[in-house]
């Protein structure tokens, strides 16, 4: 079955990085898009950054334009969120997420806290 797993998560202070990590299983990782979305306390779950499949097409959100970068290797099923200049309002958990024969899948989320 699909599996997603998130890691990499934490507190981090304003300025500071973090790079998440997505190991994926289950599916022909290679042959589709991923993504990374967040959801913050009391706010809906948001598109924070999209890859395709071969990874030489990226999308981001505004906010995070410039900050942080997505990347995967897919000689390891693996999706990675490099997030640098993390603010307070990056605060939030952290899900990968893929579309696998007309279901999406979801791993159980990340949390990153950017706090002093």
């Known amino acids: 079955q699909v599996q997603l797993v998130e890691s990499g998560g934490g507190l981090v202070q304003p300025g500071g990085s973090l790079r998440l990590s997505c190991a994926a299983s289950?599916?022909?990782?290679?042959?589709?898009?991923m993504s990374w979305y967040r959801q913050a306390p009391g706010k809906e779950r948001e598109l924070v950054a999209a890859?395709?499949?071969?990874?030489?097409?990226?999308n981001y959100a505004d906010s995070v334009k410039g900050r942080f970068t997505i990347s995967r290797d897919n000689a390891k099923n693996t999706v990675l969120l490099q997030m640098n200049s993390l603010k307070p309002e990056d605060t939030a958990v952290y899900y990968c997420?893929?579309?696998?024969?007309?279901?999406?899948?979801w791993g159980q989320g990340t949390q990153v806290t950017v706090s002093s």
């Open positions: 997420k893929v579309s696998w024969r007309g279901n999406m899948y």
């Open positions: 890859i395709s499949s071969a990874g030489g097409s990226t």
């Open positions: 289950g599916f022909t990782f290679s042959s589709k898009p």
